[in-house]
């Protein structure tokens, strides 16, 4: 795929949504942090639903700290792993306590030290809460980005480079939100909506399904 193609596809994206977000449910960097870790082989409308009663009585490090692996548990068992999870998270809340004043630090190598944070993870709050220009691949990122051909890869850190590479400047902020909304709603796994695609005529996916 060419500089043209990738400029006019995220020249679309803008047009029909200007002002791109994660549809986690939060308000500052923490409940991001938080919300982004329960979210890990879960949907994000699941995360929503526990959050929505967990953050009105646990937002900070030492608040949900306060309520112990069990107390936490109480508010996510409905989220997958929430045991692993619930784990993760109350170590990350000491670790964010002791080493960085109950503030969530903008550092990939800080982020990624805290339990239950990885790359992807990471990526998501650098981007989301401080306006990095990362690339959060995620399972619709990767199949979006091979499927067009936009910026195809074996793995999910290829990916990620060949994005960070060939997305133009002006759309790399917002790009890995527009790439996401595209493959959960449009460009779905299954059966890819292509009829209904706003990018149809830009995309080399090479088997494109009718859509009614």
């Not at 009105?56 to 989220?79: C, F, Q, R």
Request: charged content about 30%; some cysteine; hydrophobic content about 40%.
């Amino acid at each position: 795929m060419n500089k043209a193609k990738r400029t006019e596809i995220f020249e679309r994206f803008r047009n029909e949504n200007p002002e791109p977000t994660t549809e986690l449910e939060y308000s500052n960097a923490f409940e991001l942090l938080i919300a982004v870790i329960l979210s890990a082989q879960a949907t994000d409308k699941g995360v929503n639903i526990a959050t929505r009663k967990l953050f009105p009585v646990a937002n900070t490090p030492e608040s949900i700290l306060a309520l112990g692996e069990d107390g936490l548990k109480k508010y996510i068992k409905t989220i997958g792993l929430f045991n692993s999870k619930a784990e993760n998270i109350i170590k990350t809340c000491r670790l964010l306590i002791e080493k960085h004043h109950s503030e969530i630090p903008d550092d990939r190598e800080a982020l990624e030290a805290l339990p239950g944070v990885g790359r992807k993870t990471a990526n998501v709050v650098l981007n989301t809460a401080f306006g990095h220009p990362t690339m959060a691949v995620d399972t619709h990122i990767f199949r979006v980005s091979n499927r067009t051909r936009m910026a195809p890869g074996k793995t999910v850190l290829e990916v990620e480079k060949k994005l960070l590479k060939f997305v133009p400047g002006e759309f790399l902020l917002d790009a890995h939100h527009w790439l996401i909304l595209h493959g959960r709603y449009t460009c779905t796994a299954r059966k890819p909506k292509c009829g209904a695609c706003l990018i149809e005529d830009l995309c080399e996916f090479k088997q494109k399904s009718e859509y009614e």
